[in-house]
Structure formats: structure tokens, C-alpha cells
């Protein structure tokens, strides 16, 4: 498991900017974290890593945004309003987890029972006694 520590939006920016240049088509990654962690920052990073110039916003309304400018596709979910797994059905998940683009999962828990076992694990944690913009940032 790698560990990360950042100290403000940049730096979690940076972080999944890295683990962005290091991704392969096919792979799923699962982002981990409360509400105003920073999922969003990193994985602007991400996209960005990939080579996606196109700004990147959360897709809590919309469920999925597609990126398509990389050097290979991003699928950004945010499942977090998925009231029923089946739902993912409707939107053809499986297109997503198993074509030839990364995606990355926001609230995954929500959809444990339909997600491959090779997901990595991003978890993104405060800790507000080192400071507001503190973040723990865990890969694996």
C-alpha cells in the first residue's frame, strides 16, 4: 500500500496527477472518502495525469462523466445517489468497468456486489489536528 500525505489542494492535485501517469486502460479505481475530502481535487489530478485537458467536475447528479481526450478514455462515477445496484444496469456499466478506458468510483461501497476484484483502493482521509487542508491519502 502506498501512503501520501498532502498539505493543501495542490498537493492532492500533484498526487493524482502521479497515479494518474501510471494508469492502464482496463483498471478500476475506487475512491474512498467523506464529503469535502478532496475526491474531486484528485481526481482532477488523475484526469490530468492521463493527459485529459477538459475540465473535470463531480458527477453526483449526472452519475457518470466521460472524458474522452487522454491517452485513453475516463470514466468518472460518483454512485453515491445509486438507490438500487440495477441502476448501474441502465447506464451499461459493464461497457465501462471492462473497455479499454480506466474509470474511477466514487461511493463505491454502494455498488460493492457488481465490482471486479482487481479494483485499487484510493482513500482519502482528514485529520484536522495537523490542519484543515491535511489529507491522508492511501493506495492500495
Same mark, same amino acid.
Given at each position: 500500500?502506498?501512503?501520501?500525505?498532502?498539505?493543501?489542494?495542490?498537493?492532492?492535485?500533484?498526487?493524482?496527477?502521479?497515479?494518474?501517469?501510471?494508469?492502464?486502460?482496463?483498471?478500476?479505481?475506487?475512491?474512498?472518502?467523506?464529503?469535502?475530502?478532496?475526491?474531486?481535487?484528485?481526481?482532477?489530478?488523475?484526469?490530468?495525469?492521463?493527459?485529459?485537458?477538459?475540465?473535470?467536475?463531480?458527477?453526483?447528479?449526472?452519475?457518470?462523466?466521460?472524458?474522452?481526450?487522454?491517452?485513453?478514455?475516463?470514466?468518472?462515477?460518483?454512485?453515491?445517489?445509486?438507490?438500487?445496484?440495477?441502476?448501474?444496469?441502465?447506464?451499461?456499466?459493464?461497457?465501462?468497468?471492462?473497455?479499454?478506458?480506466?474509470?474511477?468510483?466514487?461511493?463505491?461501497? #454502494?455498488?460493492?456486489?457488481?465490482?471486479?476484484?482487481?479494483? #485499487?483502493?484510493?482513500?482519502?482521509?482528514?485529520?484536522?489536528?495537523?490542519?484543515?487542508?491535511?489529507?491522508?491519502?492511501?493506495?492500495?
Amino acid at each position: 500500500m502506498m501512503r501520501y500525505e498532502s498539505w493543501s489542494e495542490k498537493e492532492t492535485f500533484d498526487i493524482g496527477r502521479q497515479i494518474g501517469d501510471k494508469a492502464s486502460p482496463g483498471e478500476i479505481y475506487l475512491l474512498e472518502g467523506d464529503l469535502g475530502t478532496g475526491k474531486t481535487v484528485f481526481a482532477k489530478g488523475f484526469a490530468r495525469g492521463i493527459g485529459i485537458k477538459e475540465p473535470v467536475t463531480s458527477p453526483t447528479f449526472t452519475i457518470l462523466q466521460e472524458y474522452e481526450d487522454g491517452r485513453m478514455p475516463m470514466y468518472h462515477f460518483d454512485v453515491y445517489r445509486i438507490a438500487d445496484v440495477e441502476e448501474m444496469d441502465e447506464l451499461g456499466y459493464e461497457a465501462y468497468f471492462f473497455g479499454d478506458g480506466v474509470c474511477l468510483i466514487e461511493w463505491a461501497s #454502494q455498488i460493492r456486489e457488481i465490482l471486479p476484484e482487481n479494483c #485499487q483502493t484510493i482513500r482519502i482521509e482528514k485529520d484536522l489536528e495537523k490542519g484543515f487542508d491535511y489529507r491522508k491519502i492511501q493506495v492500495g
